[in-house]
């Protein structure tokens, strides 16, 4: 018994110094917010039971730095104590509806990341924020959507969230437009992904000079999903791409995968149509044309200038080859004439 009591005395005089920096950073916390403190406690300290009472104190704060770290903090508890997410769940949803558009983003982002709060109180608070003023909020509720769904994959649809979706499509801010594409494409995959009808594929394609390059690529991709039935479509569909291409070829060079997903829609909607019937777009013809003449005139000039780097490659290998060998041949030649040399010194010390 009386080792035990020793070894119990041991472990606390272990455990004392870590213990006591925990609780004067938690003190500090308290008193005077420091978020970082409370990051870095949660890396220096395993258990993250000591953690739950301050941060379930600090999360109401109206400091927003104490709130990103209280919210940064939160999920890696609940994860071990799920419990916890029920005991801030008012805090949470009142954040939810605060003035704040971060404090708002926080909120809803975290509510979608915590199991035990998605079945009851997600659904409300998605609704709300994905009509919600700033663009924001809106795009965290559409990605709070994609947390949702692999967490309960078939909530989303029997709240009829799919719907949702779809109709942010058509919001006015670019970042909204394509989160919703990404996420439609994540939770439909089993169906093949996002379907892009005549209207969905008309409204981006005349918004195709409001997305930046990084986004671009993305709607550029799911504008290829869409099969025109009737032939005035496809000479449409060209001519509404005749103002993005003329964007483009006085445009700064663009990134490999942008680059990628322009040429790949131009071949594809070119080979829509057949050569004489391609004559009447003659605007979308001609962009089309001198686009793809633009890029081949650079690729032709990039292929040379690689050509000349590998001519320039292997001959540089080749001399670098060849002053191997007369090295070696080198080094051959010196151990010859050592041995030789040592030989007749030896010849020389000997007695006649």
Do not use: W
């Not at 109401?60 to 903090?73: D, F, G, L, Q, R």
């Not at 769904?149 to 942010?168: A, V």
């Amino acid at each position: 018994m009386h080792c035990c009591g020793k070894r119990k005395g041991a472990g606390k005089k272990r455990m004392g110094p870590i213990l006591h920096f925990l609780i004067l950073s938690l003190e500090k916390i308290l008193i005077v917010p420091c978020p970082n403190s409370l990051i870095e406690a949660v890396h220096i300290y395993k258990d993250l039971s000591c953690l739950i009472g301050p941060v379930v104190k600090l999360l109401p704060s109206h400091n927003e730095e104490v709130k990103k770290a209280s919210y940064k903090v939160l999920p890696k508890i609940c994860a071990s104590h799920p419990e916890i997410a029920v005991l801030v769940v008012n805090t949470i949803k009142k954040d939810c509806n605060d003035p704040n558009p971060v404090v708002k983003c926080l909120a809803v982002s975290t509510l979608c990341s915590l199991l035990p709060l998605i079945e009851e109180h997600a659904t409300h608070v998605l609704g709300v924020a994905l009509d919600d003023d700033n663009p924001n909020v809106r795009q965290t509720a559409v990605l709070g959507c994609v947390q949702v769904f692999k967490s309960m994959p078939l909530l989303l649809q029997e709240q009829g969230f799919i719907d949702r979706l779809y109709s942010c499509i058509r919001d006015i801010d670019p970042r909204v437009v394509t989160s919703s594409l990404l996420a439609l494409d994540t939770i439909l995959a089993h169906e093949g992904g996002v379907v892009v009808n005549k209207s969905i594929t008309f409204h981006l394609l005349q918004r195709l000079g409001e997305f930046p390059n990084s986004l671009l690529a993305t709607v550029l991709q799911v504008l290829k999903k869409y099969k025109p039935c009737e032939e005035n479509e496809r000479f449409q569909e060209l001519n509404e791409c005749q103002p993005f291409l003329q964007r483009f070829q006085t445009s700064k060079p663009m990134t490999p995968y942008l680059f990628e997903a322009v040429e790949k829609l131009l071949r594809y909607l070119m080979n829509r149509c057949v050569k004489p019937d391609l004559m009447k777009c003659t605007g979308a013809r001609k962009c089309c044309h001198e686009y793809l003449e633009t890029k081949k005139k650079g690729r032709s000039e990039e292929d040379k200038k690689k050509s000349e780097k590998r001519k320039l490659d292997l001959q540089v290998k080749d001399i670098e080859g060849k002053r191997k060998k007369l090295m070696m041949a080198t080094e051959e030649k010196r151990e010859a004439i050592e041995v030789e040399l040592q030989e007749l010194k030896k010849k020389q010390a000997s007695p006649y």
